[in-house]
């Protein structure tokens, strides 16, 4: 008794070295892994299939808060996959609509101006979410408090894993999504390009600026190249405008374009509001030759803080939704509920014929702000007459161009009136359509908006030139 026979010895010398990790830690392991590399991805690995911006860093983030609350109360760790969870859908947002993720914090605080049950897109995401955060809740009241350093490098190696797995899924892709402009970047825009101001300045005219809510330079698609500005290729509008045709480079989102083609420089509204205002920029510039100058938009004046930092760049005067609708416009709906664009150009002719000094106008849609339903008194539903090509293989980006042709022909009717008075305009996009899916977001070129710049040059019949 209590004797090691020869025998024993010679059993136990020949057993393998096992691992010091008890079935229980195994198990701690695996719920620990169902919860910040299963449920804190599964909405966003779904999508790789699809396309989505690449989230190498909310992996890492979800991973590394996981193992720093493992041991923490239950209350502590769901509060900690929901914090976890806002930065990853933020991450995404920022990804898609080509934001700073920090600018994006600076949005939040708008949301309430948004009605996302204007989508069905938004609604079965909200209804992913809550389902996500159901399911973390009762798989954290598990135990996953594993304390063994080789299951902490383990966890380690498969949060790495997971996140080169989702670069090498978005490969190709990069350049179409967080588009931020770096510390010297070189500079472009369709004002620069075309030299409206001194042009209008020269000939005394009215200058009016359109920029078009998700307006992107399509690529390679000949049926949408065929679509973009076909308004305009009218014979009427030939006779009293020459019109050029180009791109230009964009970064960010729409208030960056917005501060693209009116101050002339990459940035956005928070400097300028920061600041108290920027008199470099177009408006204040052209007050000071002389100009009266008006800003319309068809959304929420307090929406990125517009009813600000439009009178600190020079503009005298700033219409939004309820303006515009007190004014005639009806109302369309969607997740940017605002003023109809299709109305707006009645409204712009009657503020350019207004006489006195010479005038800048400036115009921001917003019903093709994606994504784009049916309904909402949009009047997109039978996009067919616009393009039966794309009504069957992209009926939203079809619904897009429903839109953008609907004012496109409001305005080239005002601009054909007897009495409207001289003026250039420029038409140009913000930002690509951010459309979070590969196959629609490819149809567009990732890094330019298109313009079109109409040149007053009088009632009189003339060729027209088309440069691009």
């Known amino acids: 008794m209590g004797v090691l026979t020869f025998n024993?010895?010679?059993?136990?010398?020949?057993?393998?070295?096992?691992?010091?990790?008890?079935?229980?830690?195994?198990?701690?392991?695996?719920?620990?892994?169902?919860?910040?590399?299963?449920?804190?991805?599964?909405?966003?690995?779904?999508?790789?299939?699809?396309?989505?911006?690449?989230?190498?860093?909310?992996?890492?983030?979800?991973?590394?808060?996981?193992?720093?609350?493992?041991?923490?109360?239950?209350?502590?760790?769901?509060?900690?996959?929901?914090?976890?969870?806002?930065?990853?859908?933020?991450?995404?947002?920022?990804?898609?609509?080509?934001?700073?993720?920090?600018?994006?914090?600076?949005?939040?605080?708008?949301?309430?101006?948004?009605?996302?049950?204007?989508?069905?897109?938004?609604?079965l995401v909200a209804l992913l979410g809550v389902a996500m955060c159901i399911g973390a809740w009762f798989a954290v009241r598990r135990d996953s408090a594993f304390g063994n350093w080789r299951l902490l490098?383990?966890?380690?190696?498969?949060?790495?894993?997971?996140?080169?797995?989702?670069?090498?899924?978005?490969?190709?892709?990069?350049?179409?999504?967080?588009?931020?402009?770096?510390?010297?970047?070189?500079?472009?825009?369709?004002?620069?390009?075309?030299?409206?101001?001194?042009?209008?300045?020269?000939?005394?005219?009215?200058?009016?600026?359109?920029?078009?809510?998700?307006l992107g330079v399509p690529a390679g698609n000949a049926e949408m190249e065929q679509l973009l500005f076909k308004a305009f290729d009218d014979p009427a509008i030939r006779e009293r405008f020459s019109a050029t045709r180009g791109t230009t480079l964009y970064y960010n989102s729409t208030t960056a374009g917005e501060v693209r083609e009116m101050c002339g420089r990459w940035g956005d509204y928070q400097e300028i509001v920061e600041a108290g205002g920027d008199r470099n920029c177009l408006p204040a510039r052209m007050k000071r030759a002389g100009y009266s100058t008006h800003a319309f938009h068809s959304f929420n004046g307090s929406f990125f803080e517009r009813d600000t930092w439009y009178p600190g760049i020079g503009f005298d005067e700033s219409r939004f939704r309820d303006r515009l609708m007190a004014d005639g416009a009806e109302e369309c709906g969607g997740v940017f509920p605002g003023a109809c664009d299709r109305d707006i150009p009645a409204q712009l002719a009657r503020q350019l014929k207004q006489g006195g000094k010479p005038q800048l106008v400036y115009w921001l849609t917003v019903n093709s702000h994606l994504p784009v339903p049916t309904g909402a008194n949009l009047e997109v539903e039978n996009c067919e007459r616009i393009s039966p090509e794309l009504a069957r293989e992209f009926p939203m980006i079809c619904r897009q161009f429903a839109l953008w042709d609907a004012w496109e022909k409001a305005l080239v009717k005002e601009l054909q009136a007897d009495d409207f008075p001289p003026t250039d305009f420029l038409i140009v996009g913000d930002h690509m359509p951010p459309y979070f899916d590969r196959r629609h977001r490819v149809q567009f070129a990732p890094d330019r908006v298109p313009y079109l710049y109409l040149k007053w040059r009088g009632d009189a019949p003339r060729a027209a030139s088309n440069g691009r």
Request: a positive charge; proline letters at 4%; aromatic letters at 12%.
């Open 8 to 123: 024993d010895e010679f059993q136990t010398a020949k057993k393998p070295k096992q691992l010091d990790i008890s079935p229980a830690e195994w198990r701690q392991f695996a719920n620990w892994a169902l919860v910040w590399l299963g449920i804190a991805n599964i909405a966003f690995v779904a999508l790789w299939f699809v396309g989505a911006p690449p989230r190498a860093h909310p992996i890492m983030v979800a991973g590394l808060v996981g193992l720093l609350v493992r041991k923490l109360p239950t209350v502590v760790q769901f509060l900690a996959f929901l914090g976890s969870l806002m930065f990853s859908t933020l991450h995404f947002i920022a990804g898609t609509f080509n934001l700073n993720i920090l600018s994006l914090f600076h949005s939040i605080k708008f949301m309430a101006e948004l009605q996302p049950t204007g989508s069905i897109e938004y609604q």
């Open 153 to 214: 490098v383990l966890a380690a190696i498969c949060v790495l894993a997971l996140a080169n797995v989702d670069k090498w899924m978005g490969e190709g892709m990069r350049g179409h999504y967080k588009r931020v402009a770096v510390a010297g970047a070189p500079f472009e825009s369709a004002m620069s390009f075309t030299g409206a101001e001194q042009t209008a300045i020269a000939g005394k005219r009215n200058l009016a600026i359109i920029m078009v809510e998700s």
